[in-house]
């Protein structure tokens, strides 16, 4: 094809720092050593993706769920039926593979060790999809997010190792950017997912502008539109979920970096509020509960340790809003804030942090907190629209108290690969809350909508040195659940809990996921609990069992629960 003149440009177009550079800085750290060992993984034909290892071989499949083997052919893509598992197997497993961030680690390893096997199998994967998924057909078209993924990972590619492309590569790659390019611009989600999918999609737009202004106006005034749309005022991101609020922030702020100053100053203030949002939802631990749902997926480097994705994301944010107190450890800045803003990062010092109990009064989340105890608990509707990643969690807690895990959230295991577990897990009984006559919160519709969302009102909040105190209700299908809670600093939680509603009788359930026997230790009930097997995913795609408790009392409404929860020195 004929590339327009202004899209052939030089990499060091592209508002970063200069790779050869973060990667001299890099090479004697344990990251460099992990991430050349996994690059030999990665040419051996496997890749670690989600909570699998797969091994997409020699000859990939690019069209193929590798857990089901169910594979697609090449219709046009809007033909594609990726969200029926029976039929197009889980398109999340196909997806994440064909997001091709696997080949960025590669670029990456040929930087710090000049393997040049690292840059032939980038070369050979390329040609293969290319090869393997014409234009516009078959399933990796189908989400103009994950075309958006692609054309990031390719652009990084490009960016780190496009001086060592073969000329004829490098021409291929650039015309498939270009036609990426064009895809996103005409396909962008304003009405199918005008959330984190339309935010990723204006990022890579703009991205590429970096090689053709053809995209980059169009795709910066799209984020700019979506922060207005898509951030409170207290910063949090409008799914309701910590995990895509980390997503959201990582693509905030990678635009911002790229924009310099055409961000502009309230950008740059809603986007550091995002930060301080983050900062209290890891609490001292500095790891990320998940509430809401958890896809599995990262915005840049989807490997390592996934509870410290968020320190990452927060060290990056430390440096570029001046904020020590968010870098943990230098450790934190190596597999994102030096390829972003330069080896120079790395000569920041940590500050000591400073926690404090607030209440975000747009999403509703609570944070309390007293020395290294860590509570969280979401008080706040369901998000937007059919509130797709949201789960029926109102007035859940999640504890934590120095690197122990107490009560935990169930996490998320799926999203189309099976009706019965995806409303499990997102369901009332996977959550540290109540269930009224086995029914949940809202009644879900499809993988990613809900209906019948309750209404939730915080009631009081108050915070001091001795304690914190929140009253707070959900009311749906008739039903009020009010709970209060009080943090009796530092080692006492005291919950009530009062269920009103409709005459008759009712079966109302108090669901409690400690984290372990010694967890489960710390709770007192004024009723005897019964033990049920539970579950939880930590990450997408794996699941482990559990044990649940669960109170349970049948009766006239009102019916109340006393609980304790004793935190163990």
């Not at 039926?81 to 197997?89: H, I, K, N, S, V």
């Not at 979920?241 to 702020?253: N, Q």
């Not at 897990?425 to 809202?442: L, M, P, V, W, Y």
């Not at 209700?473 to 509603?501: L, N, Q, W």
Request: net charge negative.
């Amino acid at each position: 094809m004929l590339l327009p003149p202004s899209f052939n440009g030089s990499p060091d177009t592209i508002a970063l720092p200069h790779p050869e550079e973060v990667a001299a800085a890099l090479r004697d750290t344990a990251f460099a050593g992990e991430l050349v060992r996994l690059a030999s993984e990665i040419r051996g034909g496997r890749v670690p993706l989600l909570g699998l290892d797969a091994e997409p071989g020699s000859d990939i499949r690019w069209r193929r769920d590798f857990v089901s083997g169910k594979e697609t052919g090449l219709d046009y893509f809007r033909l594609i039926p990726y969200l029926d598992a029976t039929r197009a197997g889980d398109h999340k497993n196909i997806w994440e593979l064909n997001r091709h961030q696997h080949l960025v680690v590669l670029a990456q390893a040929f930087l710090f060790d000049g393997n040049v096997a690292n840059l032939k199998e980038i070369y050979r994967q390329i040609e293969s999809w290319e090869d393997a998924n014409k234009f516009q057909r078959g399933i990796n078209w189908a989400s103009t997010l994950e075309v958006s993924f692609r054309a990031l990972s390719w652009l990084w590619i490009y960016f780190l190792v496009g001086s060592e492309m073969p000329p004829g590569f490098r021409s291929r790659l650039l015309e498939s950017l270009y036609r990426h390019g064009k895809h996103i611009e005409n396909n962008l989600s304003f009405y199918f997912s005008p959330n984190t999918h339309l935010l990723g999609e204006a990022v890579a737009l703009h991205a590429l502008g970096f090689l053709s202004s053809d995209f980059r106006v169009l795709g910066a005034q799209v984020v700019a539109e979506q922060m207005d749309k898509q951030v409170r005022e207290d910063g949090s991101h409008f799914e309701q979920s910590t995990y895509y609020h980390v997503y959201a922030l990582d693509m905030f702020l990678f635009h911002a970096i790229l924009a310099g100053d055409d961000a502009g100053p309230s950008y740059r203030a809603k986007l550091e509020r995002m930060a301080e949002f983050l900062q209290a939802v890891q609490g001292p631990q500095r790891t990320l509960p998940l509430l809401g749902d958890d896809d599995g997926g990262r915005f840049f480097h989807p490997y390592g340790i996934r509870e410290n994705f968020g320190r990452a994301t927060l060290a990056t944010c430390g440096v570029y809003f001046n904020r020590p107190e968010w870098i943990g450890a230098t450790d934190d800045l190596y597999e994102q804030a030096a390829w972003w803003l330069g080896p120079g990062v790395l000569t920041t010092s940590p500050a000591a942090p400073h926690h404090r109990s607030q209440l975000f009064a747009d999403s509703g989340l609570a944070a309390m907190t007293a020395g290294d105890t860590h509570i969280i608990v979401d008080a706040g509707q369901f998000g937007p629209w059919g509130s797709g990643h949201s789960h029926s969690d109102t007035l859940s807690i999640v504890v934590r108290r120095g690197d122990r895990e107490m009560l935990v959230d169930a996490g998320t295991y799926t999203y189309v690969g099976d009706e019965k577990w995806r409303n499990w897990f997102r369901g009332s009984a996977a959550h540290n809350t109540i269930r009224i006559d086995g029914k949940d919160q809202a009644t879900p519709a499809g993988p990613f909508r809900w209906t019948d969302q309750p209404t939730p009102r915080v009631h009081a909040w108050g915070s001091n040195e001795a304690e914190d105190y929140l009253d707070a209700e959900c009311s749906y299908a008739g039903f009020t659940h009010r709970r209060r809670i009080r943090f009796s600093k530092p080692d006492m939680i005291y919950v009530v809990d009062e269920i009103t509603g409709p005459a008759g009788t009712h079966e109302v359930e108090q669901w409690w996921h400690p984290a372990s026997v010694e967890a489960e230790r710390c709770l007192i009930f004024d009723h005897a609990p019964d033990r049920v097997e539970a579950w939880r995913s930590t990450v997408f795609g794996a699941k482990e069992p559990i044990t649940a408790l669960c109170v349970s009392k049948t009766g006239e409404l009102p019916i109340t629960f006393e609980t304790q929860i004793r935190l163990i020195p």
